[in-house]
Each structure stands twice: as C-alpha cells, then as structure tokens.
C-alpha cells in the first residue's frame, strides 16, 4: 500500500486546512486508517484514526484535536482527509498519513509501531 499526502501548507490563527491522502495499491481489505504528526526533536504522536470503510463509531481522537479536527475516509476514492478548523501554532508540525491492516482499536493512536504503511508527510505551519 502506497500513501500520498497533500493539502498542508501555511495558514493563520484560527484558520482551517484539510489533508487530504491517497492510498494505492492492495488497498482491498479493512485498514485502519490514521494521521500522525511531529516536530523536531519530538516522538511522532497520533491525531486522528478511523476504519477504511469509513465507519464514523470507528473514529478516534487525540484530546489535543477533539472538537477541531474531524477525520473521514471515501472508499470510494481511497482517500482519506483531516479537516482541521480553529488551528493554533501548536499544530504547527509535519503530517504523515499511515495505515495497518486491521480496525482501529481504543488505543490506537497510542502505538504509531503498529502502522504498517506511511506518506512522505505534509507540513503544516500556523502563526
């Protein structure tokens, strides 16, 4: 499975982006679907996951982004998005779409090791 990202770039306080990735390749099959992010010098944490079929009971969220960020996946197309609203300069970081085979458990966000599949990342800069 190949993951490409894109939709990051700079916006202000208060502003809004959505990323955007595409999957290719063996995507038949359930993944859990999953965007983390990282600054320098920091572990990569998890944002958001969710089911490939786009089951929203599926979804889960850092604490960090609940609320702002809402993640959703068109099979269809096989692309997952991040909607974030209402950024802040904390959210300033590179963005990595990643996937695994498997649903998404309570706790995924947690172990970024058993992500098997990962984008070259986007970046996002809030100021």
């Known amino acids: 499975v190949q993951l490409v990202e894109s939709g990051g770039g700079s916006v202000q306080v208060g502003g809004s982006l959505r990323l955007s990735c595409v999957a290719s390749?063996?995507?038949?099959?359930?993944?859990?679907m999953g965007w983390f992010r990282q600054i320098p010098d920091k572990e990569r944490e998890g944002v958001a996951a969710i089911d490939s079929d786009g089951n929203v009971a599926s979804t889960k969220y850092a604490d960090s982004v609940k609320g702002r960020f809402t993640i959703s996946q068109d099979k269809a197309k096989d692309t997952l998005y991040l909607q974030m609203n209402n950024l802040s300069p904390e959210d300033t970081a590179m963005h990595y779409c990643a996937a695994f085979g498997g649903d998404c458990y309570v706790g995924v966000l947690s172990y970024r090791a058993d992500f098997s599949y990962w984008g070259q990342g986007t970046q996002v800069t809030v100021s």
């Open positions: 390749g063996d995507t038949v099959g359930g993944y859990c």
